[in-house]
């Protein structure tokens, strides 16, 4: 009998396990890096915690916020530790909150997609990304998902640092809106419907 509750309380475990995702943006903190290209991933992530009507507490390493949606808990992180350590928070959170690394959503920039782009991928290399090079060499895996937003390569040589943190172009500000409700969408379908089907659906759009 008490093997059965064993293998109950495992399967239910599991199953809680399974419920969670770690959705994080990548980005800098402080009012420096407000409406930056390098900051779209805290940028999704506040627009995700407005439509939930949730806020962001100060925590370790983060800001994070819980949210909840069909049965499934999300815990919206933005990490303060600067993009270069960004893989600390990651790591503590996934550890704490028992989530699976399949389970966790990093948002990032990508300079070699056009603005506005999409690309989810299942794991992959940094690419030359500082927040990504963290977070593979905090987890010691590059198998983990990423949501990359492309930001475009529009810079001369020699000044991409420059380009990455620099403000939005009128351009960009005019088709941000619906750029970023598309992001939440694909967001929230790769919590409910799974990973496969979101590439599908988003993937180069």
């Known amino acids: ?22 959705i994080v943006g990548l980005g800098n903190p402080g009012a420096d890096y407000v409406n930056t290209r390098h900051n779209i991933g805290f940028k ?12 962001f507490q100060e925590r370790r390493y983060a800001k994070i916020a819980e949210a909840s949606i069909k049965g499934k808990k999300l815990f919206l ?12 928070a990651c790591k503590y959170w996934l550890e704490k909150e028992k989530i ?23 794991k992959g290399s940094d690419g030359g990304h500082n927040g990504l090079k963290s977070i593979q060499q905090e987890i010691n895996t590059n198998q983990y998902p990423r949501f990359r937003f492309g930001i ?13 943190l620099g ?14 409700e598309k992001a939440k969408a694909l967001v929230k379908s790769f919590c409910l419907a799974g990973p496969s089907i979101t590439m599908n659906e988003f993937n180069g759009k």
């Open 167 to 180: 403000k939005w172009g009128d351009h960009e500000k005019e088709f941000m809106p619906e750029r970023l």
């Open 100 to 122: 699976s690394i399949e389970n966790m959503l990093v948002i990032t920039d990508d300079l070699n997609l056009d603005f506005g782009t999409f690309r989810l991928k299942m």
């Open 1 to 22: 009998m008490r093997a059965f509750f064993g293998r109950l309380l495992s399967k239910k475990s599991k199953a809680d396990t399974m419920k969670k995702f770690l």
């Open 152 to 164: 475009g390569d529009q810079f001369s040589k020699g000044k991409q640092v420059n380009y990455v």
């Open 77 to 88: 992180l933005k990490p303060n530790t600067f993009m270069n350590l960004s893989g600390k």
């Open 44 to 55: 999704i992530i506040n627009q995700l915690a407005e439509e939930f009507e949730v806020d």
